[in-house]
Structure formats: C-alpha cells, structure tokens
C-alpha cells in the first residue's frame, strides 16, 4: 500500500502532547517499519516546521531542533513529492473551479501530491477539507 500522511498527521505524530497523538503516531511508527509504502508532500516540510517552530509548549522546539526531527523522523522514512509549475497551475485551476478561496491551497497542494504520487491512501487529521478541494479523491481520504 502507498499512503501520504498530511502535515497535521506529521504534526500530532511528532508531539506528544498533542490531543491527537495516539491517532497519529501510530501511522509514522508503521511508515518507520516499512509497513508501507510512505510519503510526504514536500509542501509539509515547511508547514511542519513552520508549525514545530511555533508551538506554544515548553520547552519550545528550537529551529535545529525542527530541522532535526523532520530529518530524523520524516525525510528518512518517506518518498518527497515536489510539485511541478504545472501542478501549481492545475490546483489554482481547480481551487478556481471550486470556487474555494484563501488557505485552503495548501491542502489542495498536498492533495496533488497524493494524486500525483498514486496513493491508496492520504492519511489526515482534517478530512473535510480534503474533501472539499479534491472531491475525486473521496475514497483516498482517510483519518488515521
């Protein structure tokens, strides 16, 4: 099986403390062990340390320390899927179509990734809004 796991699953895999980590670590324990076949949007990295950054626990996650854990725990388990110019033009093409605005083109960049990457399964902590901009990809959606 092939699965993407979205940045809020990345994010509540790595913390601890966060509400949902018992949903989500699981997923990146089961990525480690070579249960599947993982991978991750490279738009996720910088969302993931934009986040680990900025979180409000203590002690707070130093940049190094961000940089550390993306490496350590997610570019060395999982497939990178960078986007294309043209796949920038095809998610602003469908956001418009949809009519969706604002932030939400984040989630639709990491849906592309998913789409483009051919998964069975794109793993995330929000899928209502994955639903919203990429309506094809219904059955890929999944919480973990």
Request: a negative charge; hydrophobic letters at 45%.
């Amino acid at each position: 099986m092939k699965a993407l796991l979205d940045t809020s699953v990345l994010l509540a895999a790595l913390i601890e403390e966060h509400q949902r980590h018992d949903r989500a670590f699981p997923k990146l324990l089961a990525a480690r062990n070579r249960e599947y076949e993982c991978f991750v949007s490279q738009h996720s990295l910088a969302e993931l340390y934009c986040n680990l950054t900025r979180l409000p626990y203590e002690p707070r996650i130093t940049p190094a320390g961000a940089r550390d854990a993306i490496r350590r725990d997610i570019t060395t388990l999982a497939q990178i899927v960078a986007l294309l110019p043209a796949d920038y033009d095809a998610v602003i093409e469908r956001m418009a179509a949809l009519g969706l605005t604002g932030a939400t083109i984040y989630d639709a960049l990491i849906a592309r990734a998913a789409e483009k990457a051919g998964v069975d399964r794109l793993y995330t902590l929000n899928p209502a809004d994955f639903r919203r901009v990429w309506p094809e990809g219904d059955k890929v959606i999944s919480e973990p």
